[in-house]
């Protein structure tokens, strides 16, 4: 199989792209498409080049392809326009405005935004946090994901702490897994809770029955909650919760095995209320030793609109 290659010096750098050609030979006769790709761009994955096929960067005889499946003739002449995969182009500075509450040599404190995904990931591979963070100080590109040492779900609110540097990460990363690192949340559910305070210990893992779920199983890995009740009216509450662990959803998850799913959060059981339609959660307080000086931090962040008209509505405060 011959191949001819070229490359577009006019495309911008996040569509560089490289166009390759062969004509089918007589053994490649009533071949699939994809299969003719794959001979002839080996070190791309077979369904990112039917991918390709399927976003009209792949012709046959001039013409569109029209379908991965599509059997070939000997003597037809095939291009590809290889350019990268969405993934591939993820790890890329993107300017941003951060809302940035604290920010010295060695570390930064975010007010993240409901809707601003933390990092990268299948149906989000721009756009995120970790986008603006490279944009933001050239340090990030030299750190394993440009800092970021925890996360919040893409539509919970609040505080994170972000490392700017590889000393910064590392105490970080460590105060987090020693647990000393303490982070509040301010959260609304459904159902009224009793006076006292109390806390939810159960693992939490991946939902056998769903892959996008976490669910208290055991064979997760363990997990505390500390809940307490602010206010509680018509069928809601207004909680604390302090969590102990930092498991995925940790406190959807115990909440809703508890049968007090957070307002507005479908994923676990949660219906549209109080104005709020996305997940009532925001982390409000993040509490932690500078990781090079060892100074005490304290922060706090106010709730965005829709979840402080909602807190407003069970407690009558802000």
Partial sequence: MTREADYRDDAPDDEASERRATIVPAEGHGERLDKVLVALAPEFSRSHLQGLIDRGHVQVDAAPA????????????????????EESRA????????AIVHEDEHLLLVDKPAGLVVHPAPGNW???????LLAHHAGAQALPRAGIVHRLDKDTSGLMVVAKTLPAMTALVRAIAERSVGRQYMAVCHGELGDAA???????G?????????????????????VERVAA??????????????RTHQI????????????ADALYGGAPA??????????????????ISGEPLRFESAPPADFAAAWRALTGAA
């Fill in 66 to 85: 029209r379908a991965a499946s599509q059997r070939v003739r000997s003597g037809q002449r095939v291009e590809v326009e290889l350019v990268g995969s």
């Fill in 91 to 98: 790890f890329r500075p993107e300017a941003m405005t951060l």
């Fill in 126 to 132: 721009s756009g995120t946090l970790l986008n603006g």
């Fill in 198 to 204: 109390f806390s939810i210990e159960a693992p939490i």
């Fill in 206 to 226: 991946r939902d056998p029955k769903s892959r996008v779920r976490m669910a208290v199983v055991a064979s997760g890995k363990p997990a505390r909650t500390d």
């Fill in 233 to 246: 009216r018509d069928g809601f509450s207004a909680v604390q919760c302090t969590l102990h662990t930092g």
């Fill in 252 to 263: 959807r998850v115990h909440l809703a095995s508890r049968g007090h799913p957070l307002v």
């Fill in 274 to 291: 109080l104005g709020m339609n996305r997940q009532a959660l925001h982390a409000f307080r993040l509490r932690l030793d500078h990781p």
